[in-house]
Antibody, heavy 116, light 107 residues
Framework: QGRLVQSGAEVKKPGASVKVSCKASGYTFTRHYMHWIRQAPGQGLEWMGIINLSGGATSYAQKFQDRLSMTRDTSASTVYMELSSLKSEDTAVYYC?????????WGQGTKVTVSS | DIQMTQSPSSLSASVGGRVSVTCRASQDISNSLAWYQQTPGKAPKLLVYAASRLESGVPSRFSGSGSGTDFTLTINSLQPEDFASYYCQQYYSTPETFGQGTKLEIK
């Protein structure tokens, strides 16, 4: 059926970077694209970007273009999301989600807190 | 970017009742529309994809309809576990945008 397990919560200072991992199991890793979505406290869902797990091509939302990087390690069935130049507004729960028609499998979420 | 306008932002209903949530896209998205349920502290859960197809394991009291720009999620015979937040999402084109969400509360 499939499962996504994300890395643990992070606390970062403004200007720092954060790297969140998402390990897939239970299905063929490269068969589906992976997306990242975030949710600020009390807010809705915001799409950040997509990575093709087969070839590694990425596409990011315009607002993150210059500070977001998504990579994958196919040998470890793991996807990484790195966000740099963090601001307090980046405080949110970050989710990875498998695309299969829609987002059918989600990670449990990683809380990232940006605070001085 | 395609804008998704979801309404209402909140509503209250009774156990056993019926509710509908609507979602309007700013342009034609065919049937590339999904609905998710989210409870506090949890990841969203896929309910409906392709506007009207129920995800495996989702109770039949949930149903989706619509195409083009106007879509509806209906929940019949509300159960206590249905009181949660609901989001629509278009996957017709990137960026894949979400509606603002609808919080369903117990009356």
């Amino acid at each position: 059926q499939g499962r996504l397990v994300q890395s643990g919560a992070e606390v970062k200072k403004p200007g720092a970077s954060v790297k969140v991992s998402c390990k897939a199991s239970g299905y063929t890793f490269t068969r589906h694209y992976m997306h990242w979505i975030r949710q600020a406290p009390g807010q809705g869902l915001e799409w950040m970007g997509i990575i093709n797990l087969s070839g590694g091509a990425t596409s990011y939302a315009q607002k993150f273009q210059d500070r977001l990087s998504m990579t994958r390690d196919t040998s470890a069935s793991t996807v990484y999301m790195e966000l740099s130049s963090l601001k307090s507004e980046d405080t949110a729960v970050y989710y990875c989600a498998r695309k299969n028609n829609a987002f059918d499998i989600w990670g449990q979420g990683t809380k990232v807190t940006v605070s001085s | 970017d395609i804008q998704m306008t979801q309404s209402p932002s909140s509503l209250s209903a009774s156990v056993g009742g019926r509710v509908s949530v609507t979602c309007r896209a700013s342009q034609d998205i065919s049937n590339s529309l999904a609905w998710y349920q989210q409870t506090p502290g949890k990841a969203p859960k896929l309910l409906v994809y392709a506007a009207s197809r129920l995800e495996s394991g989702v109770p039949s009291r949930f149903s989706g309809s619509g195409s083009g720009t106007d879509f509806t999620l209906t929940i019949n015979s509300l159960q206590p576990e249905d009181f949660a937040s609901y989001y629509c999402q278009q996957y017709y084109s990137t960026p894949e945008t979400f509606g603002q969400g609808t919080k369903l509360e117990i009356k």
